[in-house]
């Protein structure tokens, strides 16, 4: 890590979570929880194994993760996020709203994950009928399957199928995720190839956190 | 500028903002308003120039900033942040108040600068009675100046000197910084070679953002 070498809190950040790949393993390590190297690698298509190794010396030595032997027989590491790497979030949740303005361009080889649509969700949408009763949104895209419960005003999210959804928005990524950030009407959004199955009226409920 | 190759709106986000120098490029650009390359690069110390403009470019093609020519006879390009590029702010912030906790230990090679102090007032800074009437606060570090203003629960703040403050803070940067910061408290502040002069009660008017 190269310092900037400015008594500036925004650089001294930068000093710590701005080398390339930084942010996107600290973002892994949050919608994973503890987790192998092999699941970090697998969550970061394009990483070089050793590229990743270093920049978790370089996490670890700054006291944003701590390493842990799991339990025998496993005999293998997992890696956690510390109090301060948690404390990271707020940041990536602002450049993911910032970022949702370049979603409505799909490129033919971006690689996509089921996790990020839970944290697309989870993040850049608020519950706006905080009193209705819960309701449960399966969305599917590009075959990855991510769940959203509504309930008092929450957004939660997790991965996999429900048993019993009230309605299923199912497409491809940029279909499912620029309705759900507000790129695209559902008009649009089926023209993309969203296919719609179930209460439609939750779509209202169910909206994008205003644009900073 | 090279793409992460992942259909996901921080990756997105760091595509475009996440190469070396960027969103310190951004934050002289918020900071200053229209400005020369020259000027840029003075709030930049470190930065080499044909990064500089080469980053520039690249912001410029990304749609954050616009170039235009100063009328005659002043005849120099300026720079200027897009809507796009002042959406950015939120970013900075985040980053400025994780980054907070790295702000207790000052560098002997640091470099600082007025326009880093007034932010961090600005951003991190907000007026816990909103009631009271309007007062001023002088800060100076490391010889450079800000002025801070409590006015109806905002807080402006703007470089140079106050006619008459109602409180000069003055010391090094650690000192204001971290008083301002709530990193360290009035007593430490002055073993770190704060000097108070003026209402002191002011201080508590002036509340750290919460850590988020």
């Not at 969700?121 to 590009?142: K, M, N, R």
Request: charged fraction near 25%; include cysteine.
């Amino acid at each position: 890590m190269r310092s900037y070498g400015q008594y500036c809190s925004i650089a001294r950040a930068l000093d710590v979570v701005g080398d390339r790949w930084t942010l996107l393993i600290v973002r892994e390590l949050l919608l994973r929880g503890p987790c192998r190297f092999t699941d970090l690698r697998n969550g970061l298509p394009g990483i070089a194994p050793n590229l990743l190794s270093t920049r978790l010396k370089e996490l670890e030595a700054a006291g944003l993760i701590t390493r842990e032997d799991a339990p025998p027989p496993v005999a293998t590491v997992l890696y956690e996020l510390s109090e301060t790497g948690r404390a990271v979030e707020p940041v990536l949740k602002a450049l993911g709203l910032w970022g949702m303005r370049f979603m409505a361009e799909e490129r033919p080889d971006d690689t996509f994950q089921a996790r990020w649509l839970a944290y697309a969700s989870e993040w850049f949408t608020v519950d706006a009928d905080p009193d209705a009763p819960p309701a449960v949104i399966q969305l599917v895209a590009a075959g990855e399957a991510a769940v959203v419960e509504l309930r008092g005003g929450q957004v939660h999210t997790r991965l996999g199928r429900a048993a019993d959804p009230d309605i299923v928005l199912d497409g491809p990524p940029r279909a499912v995720l620029g309705l759900l950030g507000g790129l695209v009407d559902l008009d649009r959004a089926v023209e993309l190839g969203l296919s719609v199955t179930g209460r439609v009226d939750l779509l209202r409920r169910l909206r994008p956190v205003a644009p900073n």
